[in-house]
């Protein structure tokens, strides 16, 4: 039977301010991308987050992101690759900590945002990513987009890496996601977003901002937390893998 991993980013409330709708989401999902504090989430909803996760039975990983708070950590920065590695280990400290202390587990670790697309381009900011993983636990998984120099490198250096494709994102012809700057980047409609989700699982394939056809082949699809859509494309999701035989599971 082919399955497929759905994740989703969670836990990026901080304060007084909601992010997601994390509570109504997690039933329909296999891993939880857990903010680390530095583009979301806080200590508070890190451990609610982490919680949930365990209620749920789905898979606890860290998504660590640039320190940008007020950018939601969707802003580029340029940092020095040592400033980058103890940032992705403080982060994923936090996580590693949090989740053992609460009798789970961290399992891997996705970047954020600015952070994932830069890495999904630049062997320096990649292999900054992972020394910072590695320097707290060599057995984490990293997650990654599909086809990029993320899962290249990865696998070059011999650590175990999940490739990632998006539900609710479009896609440039080279593979790359869509600029959230452009009109039509982030997919809204439950229809196309849970479409482009079984194209990946069925056939391996998803079609282009240009209307081209391009290859990728993923262990786990991402909805997005902040999408106000999420919950009604998980909702598709669901019932197109369930029509065509395909489970929905952890990678790890």
């Given at each position: 039977?082919?399955?497929?991993?759905?994740?989703?980013?969670?836990?990026?409330?901080?304060?007084?301010?909601?992010?997601?709708?994390?509570?109504?989401?997690?039933?329909?999902?296999?891993?939880?991308?857990?903010?680390?504090?530095?583009?979301?989430?806080?200590?508070?909803?890190?451990?609610?987050?982490?919680?949930?996760?365990?209620?749920?039975?789905?898979?606890?990983?860290?998504?660590?992101?640039?320190?940008?708070?007020?950018?939601?950590?969707?802003?580029?920065?340029?940092?020095?690759?040592?400033?980058?590695?103890?940032?992705?280990?403080?982060?994923?400290?936090?996580?590693?900590?949090?989740?053992?202390?609460?009798?789970?587990?961290?399992?891997?670790?996705?970047?954020?945002?600015?952070?994932?697309?830069?890495?999904?381009?630049?062997?320096?900011?990649?292999?900054?990513?992972?020394?910072?993983?590695?320097?707290?636990?060599?057995?984490?998984?990293?997650?990654?987009?599909?086809?990029?120099?993320?899962?290249?490198?990865?696998?070059?250096?011999?650590?175990?890496?999940?490739?990632?494709?998006?539900?609710?994102?479009?896609?440039?012809?080279?593979?790359?996601?869509?600029?959230?700057?452009?009109?039509?980047?982030?997919?809204?409609?439950?229809?196309?977003?849970?479409?482009?989700?079984?194209s990946i699982a069925k056939d391996?394939?998803?079609?282009?901002?240009?209307?081209?056809?391009?290859?990728?082949?993923?262990?786990?699809?991402?909805?997005?937390?902040?999408?106000?859509?999420?919950?009604?494309?998980?909702?598709?999701?669901?019932?197109?893998?369930?029509?065509?035989?395909?489970?929905?599971?952890?990678?790890?």
């Amino acid at each position: 039977m082919k399955q497929i991993d759905i994740n989703c980013d969670m836990g990026e409330s901080f304060g007084n301010f909601r992010v997601g709708n994390d509570e109504a989401v997690f039933p329909y999902i296999t891993s939880a991308n857990i903010a680390c504090g530095f583009h979301g989430g806080d200590p508070v909803h890190m451990e609610k987050t982490i919680l949930n996760a365990l209620k749920y039975g789905v898979k606890i990983g860290a998504h660590p992101g640039y320190p940008d708070l007020a950018g939601f950590g969707r802003r580029t920065m340029d940092l020095k690759a040592e400033e980058l590695t103890a940032i992705i280990k403080y982060q994923v400290s936090a996580i590693k900590g949090m989740a053992e202390s609460l009798g789970g587990k961290l399992s891997y670790v996705k970047p954020h945002g600015a952070l994932y697309n830069k890495a999904s381009n630049s062997e320096q900011e990649t292999r900054a990513i992972i020394k910072g993983i590695r320097a707290i636990d060599p057995e984490l998984i990293f997650m990654g987009l599909a086809g990029s120099i993320m899962e290249e490198i990865a696998k070059s250096e011999g650590m175990p890496f999940a490739a990632e494709a998006f539900a609710d994102r479009r896609y440039e012809p080279n593979g790359r996601l869509m600029s959230r700057a452009k009109e039509g980047s982030v997919l809204g409609d439950a229809e196309v977003a849970s479409d482009q989700v079984l194209s990946i699982a069925k056939d391996h394939q998803l079609t282009a901002s240009n209307g081209e056809v391009l290859e990728v082949h993923a262990q786990s699809v991402c909805i997005h937390g902040d999408n106000p859509s999420a919950v009604d494309i998980l909702k598709a999701i669901d019932e197109k893998l369930a029509a065509h035989g395909i489970a929905k599971q952890s990678f790890s």
